[in-house]
């Protein structure tokens, strides 16, 4: 074999690797609407509505909105998020932490508004035929305290609320939390079976319809590096809570915020870092929902 041919069979074989390397990357997580989801700014927790035509997403420094945080919306057009725009039903106070319900009537957010119990309170807004939303109204003093109540989750069925508080006596910090649906409001919360600790549990989501808990917890109490777990139901509570095996879920940097996709629940979006593609301060991916599973007996 001619010294060029050895040449061009080694850069070959390399290029193999490197296109292996990027393509495994790839099948694992892909960054969400750069540039126009995912940009400089720093974007946390984005929702897809059930019907997969819109993304709504928190931003706390991302120009044009009313001030603080803000909710942003944007449309899927020829299978691209286009034209990114300010919810009307932001405040000047921080609004943050969106969630769509299973059925799209309804967005669940999180707000330090005026007019609250505390610090952050849960709201919900209802969701209009043509994608506008209308006024916010506040979820209550069953949920809502003192402190800060943040990350609603609800669940696909409507009865359960689930989500993280400072206001009320827990392990620790941020604890979770679950109400349930009596008819006209949500009552009654109750830690999350197995989960809290002194650290942070921040935001969660539920897999496996209610058996399997994917959750945010910090390095340690007020700590900001925070790292995502997985639990399941051992039919009493989540036990043996582990790191989700995502690259950049690591116990430096700050991943957090997992919504399942309404309309390909097989996929779910998160908030981090990853090395690339990186658009900014904190990015929205998308990458696999997990399929761990769990008993009843949790919820």
Known sequence: MTTLKRRLAATA????????????QLSEYGIEGLWMVSTRDAEMRGTVSPGGQRIVWGSADRPGGAGGGDLWQAR??????SAPAPLPLNSPADDAEPMFSADGRWLYFASARKGGSG??????????????TGAAVNLGAAVNGRGHERSPTISADGQWLLFSSDSRKGAGGYDLFVARWDGKAFIDPRPVPGV???????DSTWLDDGRVLLFSRSSQAGGEATRLYLAACNGQAYA?????TLSFNT???????????????TEIVVTGSARAPKAGKGDLYRTVTPTLKGKPGCR
């Open 240 to 244: 043996d809570a582990r790191p989700w």
């Open 13 to 24: 074989f390399v290029g193999s690797l490197l296109s292996a390397t990027a393509l495994a």
């Open 119 to 132: 610090g952050h309170d849960l709201y919900r807004a209802p969701v209009l035929a043509d994608g506008a």
């Open 76 to 81: 899927l057009q020829d299978k691209r998020w």
């Open 251 to 265: 116990g430096e940097g700050v991943t957090r915020a997992p919504v399942v996709d309404a309309s390909r629940p």
């Open 196 to 202: 809290n600790t002194e650290a942070d549990e921040i």
